[in-house]
C-alpha cells in the first residue's frame, strides 16, 4: 500500500484551485443571469415597440371612423386627440398608484428571471 502524506502545500494548493473554481463558477452564473436580464429587457422593448405601432394604427383608424360618423375627417381626428388627452388626464391621476404597480411588477419579473437558474436546479436535484 502505498502511504499518503499530509503535505501543507498541497492542501494549500487545492484550497487556492477551490477558490479560483468557486469564483470561475460565481462569474459564469452571474454572467448567465445578466443576459437572461438583457434578453428579456430586449424582447420586452421590442413589445413595447410592436404595440406603439398597432396603437398607432389603431389611432389612424379611429380617425377615420370617427371622421365618417361626424361628417368630417379633421373632427373624428379631434375626437381620437380627446380620447388620449383624456387617457393622459386619467393616468396623471392615479399616477402614483400605476407607477407601484409597476415597480411591483418589474421587481418580481426581475427577480424571477435572476433566479430561473436556481429553480432548474432544484428541479433537477427532484428529478434524479
Do not use: H
Not at 17 to 46: G, H, P, Q, W
Not at 81 to 94: E, K, Q, R, W
Not at 95 to 118: C, Y
Amino acid at each position: 500500500m502505498e502511504e499518503k502524506k499530509f503535505s501543507l502545500s498541497g492542501v494549500f494548493q487545492k484550497s487556492k484551485e477551490y477558490i479560483d473554481t468557486r469564483f470561475k463558477l460565481i462569474r459564469l452564473r452571474l454572467v448567465e443571469r445578466s443576459s437572461r436580464l438583457i434578453a428579456s429587457l430586449i424582447v420586452d422593448v421590442v413589445k413595447t415597440i410592436f404595440a406603439v405601432f398597432v396603437v398607432f394604427f389603431l389611432s389612424l383608424a379611429l380617425g377615420f371612423y370617427l371622421g365618417e360618423l361626424l361628417g368630417s375627417y379633421s373632427l373624428g381626428f379631434l375626437a381620437t386627440a380627446g380620447i388620449f388627452i383624456l387617457l393622459i388626464v386619467l393616468v396623471s391621476i392615479f399616477e402614483p398608484a400605476l407607477e407601484r404597480s409597476f415597480m411591483n411588477l418589474s421587481i418580481k419579473r426581475f427577480l424571477q428571471k435572476w433566479n430561473d437558474e436556481i429553480d432548474e436546479e432544484d428541479d433537477k436535484g427532484k428529478q434524479d
